[in-house]
Structures are given as structure tokens and as C-alpha cells.
């Protein structure tokens, strides 16, 4: 049972950055794809970015784009979520989640989500 665990949410001023942690255990993750999505309130869960584990290729949503970083360490079944220039419209609950296969950016698409993290952005 592939499992998702997030780390690193709170509260940070407008300008600031974070670092979020998705641990992954449970399964083979050589053919998956990591993705982070979030989900402010009232709104829908939104793609943010995606990488996939074997080769680290990535994708990013245009609103974050040149200001976060997705990562993954193979050795520790982890994936990476670094956020720099945060903006309040940034303030969200932020999701890790994993599927099989192509890179994806609608959550349905995913098969495996975290419990979220959230993020709070003070302006």
C-alpha cells in the first residue's frame, strides 16, 4: 500500500520560502510519477508540479513557474517541494500525490495522495 506522508507547511511572510517533504513508502516508485498539487479554500485542488522518478523530468504550473523547485531523493523515497518568493495567493493546503505512468496535471489522474500540508503566506 503505497503511502504519502507531507512535511513542512506553516506560516511565512510574503517573499519568504519553504521547503515541503512528501516521504513515499509502500511500493516501487522507479515507474511513478510525483506530483504536488493544492487547494485554497473554497477553490479547487490546483496542479502545482510534477516529477517523474526515474529520470526527474519536470513540470510546473505557470503561477509557480521560476519560483519553486521540485525534487526527489531516490535514496530516501522523497520528494521536494522548495518554494521561494511566496505570495499570499501561495496560501493553500498542499497535497503530495503519486500515480503509474505519464505526467499528469489534474488530481483525478493520481491514484495515491498525503494527508496535506498547509501553507500560510502573510502579506
Known amino acids: 500500500q503505497v503511502q504519502l506522508v507531507e512535511s513542512g507547511g506553516g506560516l511565512v511572510q510574503a517573499g519568504g520560502s519553504l521547503r515541503l517533504s512528501c516521504a513515499a513508502s509502500g511500493g516501487i516508485f522507479s515507474a511513478y510519477v510525483m506530483g504536488w498539487f493544492r487547494q485554497a479554500p473554497g477553490k479547487e485542488r490546483e496542479f502545482a508540479a510534477a516529477i517523474t522518478w526515474s529520470y526527474g523530468n519536470t513540470n510546473y504550473a505557470d503561477s509557480v513557474k521560476g519560483r519553486f523547485t521540485i525534487s526527489r531523493d ?3 523515497n522523497t520528494v521536494y517541494l522548495q518554494m521561494d ?20 496535471v489534474t488530481a483525478p489522474s493520481y491514484n495515491y495522495w498525503g494527508q496535506g500540508t498547509q501553507v500560510t503566506v502573510s502579506s
Open 74 to 76: 531516490n535514496a530516501k
Open 85 to 104: 518568493s511566496l505570495k499570499p495567493e501561495d496560501t493553500a493546503v498542499y497535497y503530495c500525490a503519486a500515480k503509474r505512468g505519464a505526467v499528469a
